[in-house]
C-alpha cells in the first residue's frame, strides 16, 4: 500500500468512526489503537486474501454499518456507508488523492582558465687548457632534454651555446548543464561518467609478491539533490554537485606505483529558491603565478650579461567557477508535459543528428504521452 493511500485510509477511518459513533462517546474510549498512527501499520504481511477487511483491525470500534475494504491486487479501496458519510468520504478522497508534486533540478557549471607561459634559458660548455687534458666549463638547467620550442646551437671546436625560448597560451571553457527529476522529500541522483579504479592500498608479501587493493570511484558529472516544496511554491533543497576529471599528473603510491590525480569542483550546501529562479550556489575566482629562475651564483646576477647564466621560467593562469541552480516545480500532468517539451527543445545535437522520420517516430510523441 502505498504512502499516500496509506494516510487516505486512516482519514476515512477517522471520519467514519466519528459519524457512526454514538452522542455519548467520549475520546477515552479505544477507539483507535496505538499501531493506528504507526507508519508501518498497513504494511502488507499476508497475500492470502485479494480484499481484506480493513474494519477488522478496529474491533468493535466502527459501526456494523461501515465497511472498508483493501484491495491489494489494484491497490484501491472499498468504503461502504450510509449516503452522507460516503458525500464526506467522497470529499476528503478528492482532497487527499493529489498528485505527488516534484522538482526539475537544473546546476549549470560555468568554468574559464587563462593560463600563459613563458621559457626562456641559455646554457653552454667551454673547453680551454691543453689539448691533452683540457677543461671543460658549462652550465646545465636542463635544455638538452626539451624538444619544444624554439632553440639556437652554437657549435665551435670548444664552444657549445644552446638558446631555447617557449610561450604556451591556453584556455579552457566548460559548460555542464546536469538536470535531474525528483519527487518531493525524496532523494533523486545523476551520474554522466566513468568507474575508475584506484589503488587505495599496496603490500609486499613474506615471498616478495606486491598486493594492491582496488577500489572504483565514480568520474564525471554527479548530481544528488533532496527537494523539499512548501506550500508558498518555494524549493528547499539538500544539493551536492560534482564534477570530477582524470589529470595527467600522478602522485606516487609505491616504488613501482603511481595514481593519477583527480581534478573535483564540487559544493554541498543546502538552499531556499522560488520555482523557476536561478541562484548561484558557489564560486571561485583564482589568480595564479609562478616565476623559477635557475641560475649560476653571482654571474646569473649581472644585469644583461647575467640571462646567458639562467633560466628563467613563469607560469600565469587564471580560473573563474561559478555553479547555479534552477528549480522548477511541476506539480500536475500538464506541467509536466510542458517541463519535457522545453527539455526537448533545448538540445543543439539531437535535431541535427536525427533524421525527421526517427524524431516523428520516437521523439515526438512524448507530447501526448507523458504520464505523472
Known amino acids: 500500500m502505498t504512502p499516500a493511500l496509506r494516510m487516505i485510509l486512516r482519514a476515512i477511518l477517522v471520519l467514519?468512526?466519528?459519524?457512526?459513533?454514538?452522542?455519548?462517546?467520549?475520546?477515552?474510549?479505544?477507539?483507535?489503537?496505538?499501531?493506528f498512527f504507526?507508519?508501518?501499520?498497513?504494511?502488507?504481511?499476508?497475500?492470502?486474501?485479494?480484499?481484506?477487511?480493513?474494519?477488522?483491525?478496529?474491533?468493535?470500534?466502527?459501526?456494523?454499518?461501515?465497511?472498508?475494504r483493501?484491495?491489494?491486487?489494484?491497490?484501491?479501496?472499498?468504503?461502504?456507508?450510509?449516503?452522507?458519510?460516503?458525500?464526506?468520504?467522497?470529499?476528503?478522497?478528492?482532497t487527499l488523492d493529489q498528485p505527488v508534486p516534484q522538482v526539475l533540478i537544473k546546476v549549470l557549471f560555468l568554468e574559464v582558465t587563462y593560463t600563459n607561459e613563458s621559457d626562456l634559458g641559455i646554457e653552454g660548455s667551454f673547453e680551454f687548457g691543453s689539448s691533452d687534458f683540457p677543461d671543460t666549463a658549462f652550465t646545465n638547467f636542463g635544455l638538452a632534454g626539451e624538444t619544444r620550442g624554439g632553440f639556437l646551437r652554437i657549435l665551435d671546436d670548444d664552444l657549445s651555446v644552446t638558446l631555447r625560448a617557449l610561450?604556451?597560451?591556453?584556455?579552457?571553457?566548460?559548460?555542464?548543464?546536469?538536470?535531474?527529476?525528483?519527487?518531493?522529500?525524496?532523494?533523486?541522483t545523476i551520474t554522466i561518467g566513468q568507474e575508475v579504479p584506484f589503488i587505495r592500498n599496496s603490500r609486499v608479501t613474506d615471498s616478495g609478491q606486491v598486493i594492491n587493493?582496488?577500489?572504483?570511484?565514480?568520474?564525471?558529472?554527479?548530481?544528488?539533490?533532496?527537494?523539499?516544496?512548501?506550500?508558498?511554491?518555494?524549493?528547499?533543497?539538500?544539493?551536492a554537485p560534482e564534477i570530477s576529471t582524470l589529470t595527467s599528473e600522478t602522485v606516487p603510491i609505491t616504488e613501482t606505483v603511481n595514481a593519477r590525480v583527480i581534478a573535483k569542483?564540487?559544493?554541498?550546501?543546502?538552499?531556499?529558491?522560488?520555482?523557476?529562479?536561478?541562484?548561484?550556489?558557489?564560486?571561485?575566482?583564482?589568480?595564479?603565478f609562478t616565476e623559477s629562475v635557475?641560475?649560476?651564483?653571482?654571474?646569473?646576477?649581472i644585469p644583461l650579461l647575467g640571462a646567458l647564466f639562467r633560466r628563467t621560467v613563469r607560469e600565469k593562469s587564471k580560473t573563474e567557477l561559478l555553479i547555479f541552480l534552477t528549480p522548477t516545480v511541476v506539480r500536475s500532468v500538464a506541467d509536466l508535459q510542458d517541463t519535457t517539451t522545453a527539455e526537448r527543445r533545448s538540445t543543439e545535437l539531437v535535431p541535427k543528428a536525427f533524421k525527421d522520420v526517427q524524431t516523428d517516430?520516437?521523439?515526438?510523441?512524448?507530447?501526448?504521452?507523458?504520464?505523472?
Open 294 to 301: 635557475s641560475k649560476v651564483p653571482l654571474l646569473g646576477d
Open 361 to 372: 517516430k520516437y521523439i515526438e510523441p512524448l507530447d501526448d504521452e507523458v504520464s505523472p
Open 16 to 35: 467514519a468512526l466519528l459519524a457512526g459513533a454514538a452522542p455519548n462517546v467520549s475520546a477515552q474510549q479505544d477507539f483507535f489503537p496505538p499501531e
Open 70 to 94: 483493501y484491495d491489494r491486487e489494484t491497490d484501491t479501496l472499498i468504503v461502504i456507508t450510509d449516503d452522507e458519510t460516503n458525500r464526506q468520504i467522497a470529499t476528503l478522497v478528492e
Open 167 to 188: 610561450a604556451t597560451r591556453g584556455k579552457l571553457e566548460v559548460l555542464s548543464r546536469p538536470s535531474v527529476m525528483a519527487r518531493n522529500n525524496q532523494v533523486a
Open 38 to 68: 504507526m507508519p508501518g501499520f498497513f504494511e502488507e504481511e499476508e497475500e492470502e486474501e485479494e480484499l481484506e477487511d480493513v474494519t477488522s483491525m478496529f474491533g468493535t470500534g466502527l459501526p456494523a454499518s461501515v465497511v472498508v
Open 265 to 288: 569542483r564540487s559544493a554541498s550546501t543546502r538552499v531556499v529558491v522560488a520555482s523557476g529562479k536561478t541562484v548561484a550556489i558557489g564560486g571561485l575566482m583564482e589568480d595564479q
Open 213 to 239: 587493493t582496488i577500489e572504483y570511484d565514480d568520474i564525471g558529472i554527479i548530481l544528488q539533490v533532496t527537494p523539499h516544496i512548501t506550500p508558498d511554491n518555494l524549493v528547499e533543497m539538500d544539493v
